[in-house]
């Protein structure tokens, strides 16, 4: 298991967006920006790649029994996500569908450990590997709203569009999921989206960001 996650490498690396990786954690690797004599501030508007780190789902009547059995706190409705103690991000998709986000504190360990741990039994839980099928990448800074605003009909101003909420909606004409994943100090969503498109949409981000002075900046900003 460990040789694999070695050898993942993120579509947007394979694309030439970024440089270099650095490895953390059960042998994942991420994003590392090698200049820094230009410190990227990611509270302006920035854009990274966050494809290898952990993330996995679960779909079926005994999935909140087997989540809330590892110590997840669960949203109480679909399209609702909550952070863990851990900086975990659990996201309800549907009344029966989860998908859990890695946390930069143990750069995913403990969802690693949880797909893992999964077995196919009696149970109605079944395991949908969300490592495989789909690229994350995280959006941060104030003007984030009015970027999304150009690509996507969800109006996702601070306001309205809350911490916590999920959008599965269209953005750059792509299907994803959009969580607002912001804290007191910054602005940040999470995107999700087939990995089979991922480069497209990277570059229809990188486009809409430069109105904005945005940089792509590699996951050392974010520790």
């Avoid at 009344?95 to 995913?108: I, K, M, P, W």
């Avoid at 969580?179 to 999700?192: A, C, E, G, R, T």
């Amino acid at each position: 298991m460990q040789s694999l996650y070695q050898a993942e490498r993120s579509p947007i690396e394979i694309g030439g967006s970024q440089v270099a990786y650095q490895s953390f954690g059960l042998g994942k690797r991420f994003l590392h920006d090698q200049t820094p004599s230009s410190p990227i501030n990611i509270s302006q508007c920035t854009m990274i790649d966050l494809t290898n780190l952990s993330r996995v789902g679960f779909r079926g009547q005994d999935a909140a029994a087997y989540l809330s059995s590892y110590g997840f706190q669960l949203p109480q409705q679909p399209n609702q996500a909550i952070q863990q103690e851990d900086g975990c991000w659990v996201m309800r998709l549907s009344l029966t569908e989860y998908c859990v986000l890695g946390s930069l504190q143990d750069f995913g360990e403990r969802v690693s450990h949880l797909e893992q741990g999964w077995q196919m039994d009696e149970r109605a839980n079944y395991l949908l590997p969300r490592q495989d099928s789909h690229a994350w990448i995280q959006l941060t800074g104030a003007p984030i709203a009015e970027v999304m605003a150009k690509l996507c009909a969800v109006d996702m101003r601070l306001n309205v569009f809350q911490v916590g909420q999920i959008a599965q909606t269209s953005v750059g004409r792509i299907n994803a999921i959009v969580v607002n994943v912001s804290d007191p100090s910054i602005q940040k969503f999470n995107i999700l989206c087939d990995r089979a498109a991922v480069l497209y949409l990277w570059g229809v981000l990188q486009d809409a960001i430069q109105e904005f002075d945005g940089k792509i900046a590699g996951i050392n900003t974010l520790l």
